[in-house]
């Protein structure tokens, strides 16, 4: 298959397990995620199955893409949710190439996700829990919610410069709320009053196993 590359998208589409991630983040109706917009995908995967998510995304051009395909959903044309004419030009980024096999792996799992049995129904019925927001900060719009889990993908946030600024995510979430990263922060960055779940990580990476190893998904519990 043949892609253009839109120059003014970063991602089309997710290149997480959407399977690892609601595993991972144990996702049950008591539950209000921040999540990470990039492409929407994690986002409408997370709405069904929860009380509400709330999307902070720093790229204007990506908002304007998941509010394009939330309105699709909203008009039942799950052919045009699901359909990619063109690339973002981060997707398919594998060691500083793009590589194609991988694009066509990561959409055809994204659809065997979206298309099993009545689920795509089920997210359209709850797209009044959405709410999506451009933000400059991510770590400021956490501040403003309520939420029980986070899943915060594969932000910049991992060199010493930023780790206090994941520190404060710890005081943003009750006892038991859980934060999903694409990768571990090192040992010596992990907060107090956060340690990592070893159960939830186990599951969220057993459907990360795949010939490229992009990701380490963990999960991480207030204590």
């Known amino acids: ?30 539950d209000a995620i921040l999540a990470i917009g990039s492409s929407g995908d994690q986002a409408f995967a997370l709405l069904d199955g929860s009380k509400s998510v709330r999307v902070a995304e720093l790229r204007g051009n990506q908002v304007d893409y998941i509010r394009k395909r939330e309105e699709l959903l909203r008009n039942g044309d799950y052919g045009e949710f699901l359909r990619i004419d063109e690339l973002g030009y981060d997707d398919g ?14 959409i055809d799992r994204r659809n065997e996700f ?34 029980t889990k986070i899943y915060l993908s594969n932000p910049d946030i991992y060199c010493q410069d930023d780790i206090e600024a994941f520190k404060g995510l710890v005081t943003c979430l009750p006892k038991g709320g859980l934060i999903y990263v694409a990768r571990p922060l090192s040992n010596e960055n992990i907060p107090d009053g956060l340690r990592l779940d070893s159960c939830l990580t186990g599951k969220a990476r057993e459907h990360e196993k795949t010939k490229w190893n992009l990701w380490q998904p963990t999960v991480y519990r207030i204590i």
């Open 1 to 30: 298959m043949t892609f253009k590359i839109n120059k003014n998208l970063n991602y089309s589409h997710t290149n997480e397990s959407l399977r690892a991630i609601i595993e991972g983040l144990d996702i049950n109706l008591d």
């Open 114 to 147: 979206f298309l099993q049995s009545g689920k795509l129904d089920r997210i359209r019925d709850n797209l009044d829990r959405l709410c999506i927001k451009e933000c400059t900060d991510i770590f400021a719009a956490v501040q403003e919610g309520n939420q």
């Open 93 to 106: 980024a594998n060691r500083g190439a793009r590589d194609f096999e991988l694009v066509q792996f990561n």
